[in-house]
């Protein structure tokens, strides 16, 4: 039975594990916090039924926890576009866990893959919407330096993380965009060299501020 203790601790669970996934991204870099904060989030969702109102909610607690932090940068660029995407990715990832729940009413043992799907679809809208797509603050960012990576010569990885292609390309591996673009070692050299000009620009920006 569900109770108002319950429910803001799933809320209050989830909102900390936004905040842990931002952690484990650069400039932070503590990798291993990614897994914590989506078990934090998502074993609630996966252990008991929720109402669909309630997975929103700890969807979106857990998109601000991530993005609020993770995006700061852009209020120095522009204010209104910072608010607008940080309150539309968080959005997004409470309607993906929504649906993810409601789908799976008396299947929770499907529920975990569910969750896991829907995140993984709305990581993928975000590189190319809105604004031509922002394809930082995403998870594969945090493991692009991490033992993860280096499972790459068994895996195919499709990321939008530069950084975390040209390690799987390193180790002998194989990484798509998620458009289904295949990066290659003669192509991936120049893509990691603008990357990096970009974060230049963009933290001179910030301390111009």
């Known amino acids: 039975m569900k109770t108002p203790d319950s429910r803001r601790r799933l809320l209050v669970g989830s909102f900390l594990g936004g905040l842990l996934v931002c952690a484990a991204l650069p400039p932070w870099g503590w990798w291993p916090l990614s ?3 989506i078990g934090l989030h998502g074993g609630p969702l996966v252990r008991r039924e929720w109402a669909s109102r309630d997975a929103w909610a700890a969807g979106t607690l857990f998109g601000l926890g ?4 993770s995006l700061a940068w852009m209020w ?3 204010a209104p576009g910072y608010l607008i995407t940080v309150v539309l990715f968080a959005a997004a990832h409470g309607g993906a866990t929504a649906f993810a729940v409601s789908a799976t009413r008396r299947l929770t043992n499907r529920r975990a893959f569910a969750l896991a799907a829907g995140a993984t679809l709305v990581e993928a809208v ?3 919407f809105p604004f031509g797509g922002i394809p930082l603050a995403n998870i594969a960012l945090a493991h692009a330096d991490s033992p993860v990576a280096r499972l790459a010569p068994v895996v195919l990885v499709v990321t939008g993380e530069i950084p975390l292609a040209a390690e799987v390309l390193k180790n002998g591996g194989h990484a798509l965009s998620p458009r289904g673009e295949a990066f290659s070692a ?3 050299g120049a893509r990691l060299n603008m990357r990096d000009f970009l974060d230049t620009l963009r933290s001179s920006v910030i301390q111009t501020e």
Request: hydrophobic share 55%; aromatic share 24%.
């Open 35 to 37: 897994f914590l904060g």
């Open 66 to 69: 991530w993005f609020a932090p």
């Open 76 to 78: 120095f660029l522009t």
């Open 126 to 128: 975000r590189l190319s």
């Open 186 to 188: 003669d192509t991936i």
